[in-house]
């Protein structure tokens, strides 16, 4: 104990290296290892204390701030650790613009960490509420993979463009010739981006989703992969169909899945040659029809007009169930039963004809 008394003198700790005393260099030192030492302890206390949390609770929010805390890099403890001991030293300006710029440089670089961390955790967040709500998955998955890669690419050069500005060098001919750039690649590839952007749209505002029945334009099918691209629909003949995105978007779309009825309006004639009688009984003949069959709701039935060759009926009815097989059914048993009924009572459907009526003029002797 005496000797080191002896040798830590007030001469020695007076003594100048790179213009700070040795006492200044052992506060640094001692500053140094209590910062960075004390946020790497508080960082596992905090994470231990996190988890033993997360696992009582449902929401997932601690698991976020779980995976910022694990994605603190500890060299950047370690730099920070050594700027904030360097504020005890007498640095010359130069020296204190280097250390600055690469604590800066290492901050910048841990923000992206971060940054990249947000981005993952607030995408999947969205997909796992999809998820919850029991809505197919690979298409969502898919562009959100996209976003998350286009949104990750953007960040990253922000933070490039950061570092570089704090290293000295002149970042404005950087921008602009990255804004030409970048105007000439989005003309070059406008298609591309017109039908990435759509499928965002397609998997957020959700015109459809795979196993829906759609129409786009004539074609009628259903719908199989939303990719980044283009949308694939199975045919009702079986071939497959392929559209992209954007060209969707641009056209009427008919959801056929998420019909809640379906309305069907269909016309008959009968003859000229019918009783009055059994012509007014027709619409109640009609309407105890479609009353009778299951999962329909029947509208109204009337004579409408006066045909060439028929007396016209119109009928309305509502078909409860958006299954293309149980419409298809319906409408024939009614269609059976009409004709039944109208050979019982005998009445005859009209058809196209034509009368001819000759005169024959006999001539006065």
């Known amino acids: 104990m ?16 790179l213009g700070n005393s040795v006492l200044q ?11 960075g030492l004390g946020f790497i302890v508080l960082k596992r206390l905090f994470i231990m204390r996190l988890r033993k949390w997360a696992e009582k609770t449902e929401t997932t929010w601690d698991d976020f701030a779980i995976s910022l805390l694990v994605r603190t890099k500890t060299t950047f403890i370690v730099f920070v650790a050594i700027w904030i001991a360097s504020t005890v030293l007498t640095l010359t300006p130069r020296a204190a613009r280097i250390s600055k710029s690469i604590v800066i440089v290492v901050l910048l ?15 999947h967040r969205a997909l796992r509420m999809r ?5 197919p998955n690979p298409s969502l998955e898919t562009t959100l993979g996209a976003v998350e890669f286009i949104l990750r690419l953007g960040f990253y050069a922000l933070i490039f463009l950061l570092i570089l500005d704090n290293l000295g060098f002149n ?6 010739g990255l804004g030409i750039g970048g105007i000439a690649v989005a003309l070059a590839v406008q298609n591309v981006l017109g039908d990435l952007f759509a499928s965002l749209s397609i998997v957020l505002d959700k015109p459809f989703v795979l196993g829906d029945v759609i129409q786009v334009g004539p074609d009628v099918g259903t719908v199989e992969k939303i990719g980044l691209k283009t949308t694939r629909i199975s045919s009702l003949s079986g071939e497959q169909l392929i559209f992209s995105n954007a060209e969707i978007l641009k056209s009427v779309v008919r959801n056929y899945k998420r019909m809640g009825q379906r309305r069907v309006v269909f016309s008959f004639g009968v003859t000229y040659s019918i009783p009055y009688e059994k012509l007014s009984q027709i619409s109640t ?3 105890k029809i479609i009353k009778a069959q299951p999962e329909t709701k029947f509208d109204r039935t009337h004579f409408k007009k006066f045909g060439d060759s028929s007396l016209d009926f119109e009928v309305v009815y509502f078909v409860l169930n958006a299954d293309y097989a149980v419409y298809v059914r319906t409408e024939e048993k009614i269609n059976l039963e009409l004709f039944k009924a109208f050979e019982q009572e005998g009445i005859e459907f009209a058809f196209p004809t034509r009368t001819m009526i000759i005169e024959s003029i006999v001539e006065k002797s």
């Open 25 to 35: 260099w052992l506060a640094a030192l001692i500053l140094f290892c209590v910062v």
């Open 131 to 135: 998820q919850s709500q029991g809505e």
């Open 171 to 176: 970042i404005s001919a950087l921008i602009t």
């Open 285 to 287: 003949m009609v309407e």
């Open 109 to 123: 670089i841990q923000a992206g960490i971060w940054g990249r961390e947000i981005i993952k955790y607030f995408l």
């Open 2 to 17: 005496d000797f080191v008394r002896s040798f830590i003198t007030e001469e020695v700790l007076n003594r100048q290296y």
